[in-house]
T-cell receptor, first 111, second 119 residues
């Protein structure tokens, strides 16, 4: 079973700051997901990546397959970015079926 | 194009009753995943289904829980004889292919969740 560790668990920052959230996993994978869960509880899939880097607006996700590590960055953070950010990898480690999730990083961006 | 629709959004049951949670995937998606989020805990995989087939139920409790995805209609997660420990948010996600199977594409869509409270 793949173990997923996220850090930090909680993060409070000021508007405009550059944010980094880290994720490490124990078993080699084919792809990793970054999810966002808002205070209302809904979950949005932000990225699925298997190598290198992806960018969407102010969000950047990177992954190092050899190091079994991924980072999610937010540039020019805004209060509306306040949410729980969750890293997830394939449940079996084989790249198929369900996901194993990190406990999430609770991000608060203060105006 | 509606996303994943889950209902009910909130469900209250007494101990011993049955809970039925429904999930209608994105149109054209034939792969459905159910996840459970217990209070103050992370999401946990429960079951993965394709139309009329359970592919992986390794995350489902062995008793009282069952899931189906019939040829017609939504996927249903059924919990019989609920207990207080079943109180959680249950999320459904759908995909046009096996999650993680295709690199370079973000293909997983989550529903808003169904929050079950067992009194």
């Amino acid at each position: 079973k793949n173990e997923v560790e996220q850090s930090p668990q909680n993060l409070t920052a000021q508007e405009g700051e550059f944010i980094t959230i880290n994720c490490s996993y124990s078993v080699g994978i084919s792809a990793l997901h970054w999810l966002q869960q808002h205070p209302g509880g809904g979950i949005v899939s932000l990225f699925m990546l298997s190598s290198g880097k992806k960018k969407h607006g102010r969000l950047i996700a990177t992954i190092n397959i050899q190091e079994k590590h991924s980072s999610l960055h937010i540039t020019a953070s805004h209060p509306r970015d306040s949410a729980v950010y969750i890293c997830a990898v394939p449940y079996s480690g084989g790249g198929a079926d369900g996901l194993t999730f990190g406990k999430g990083t609770h991000l608060i961006i203060q105006p | 194009n509606a996303g994943v629709m889950q209902n009910p959004r909130h469900l209250v049951r007494r101990r011993g009753q049955e809970a039925r949670l429904r999930c209608s995937p994105v149109k054209g998606h034939s792969h459905v995943y159910w996840y459970r989020q217990l209070p103050e805990e992370g999401l946990k995989f429960m079951v993965y289904l394709q139309k009329e087939n359970i592919i992986d139920e390794s995350g489902m409790p062995k008793e009282r829980f069952s899931a189906e995805f019939p040829k017609e209609g939504p996927s249903i997660l059924r919990i019989q004889q609920v207990v207080r420990g079943d109180s959680a948010a249950y999320f459904c996600a759908s995909s046009p292919m096996r999650s993680g199977h295709r690199s370079g594409a973000n293909v997983l869509t989550f529903g808003a969740g169904s929050r079950l409270t067992v009194l």
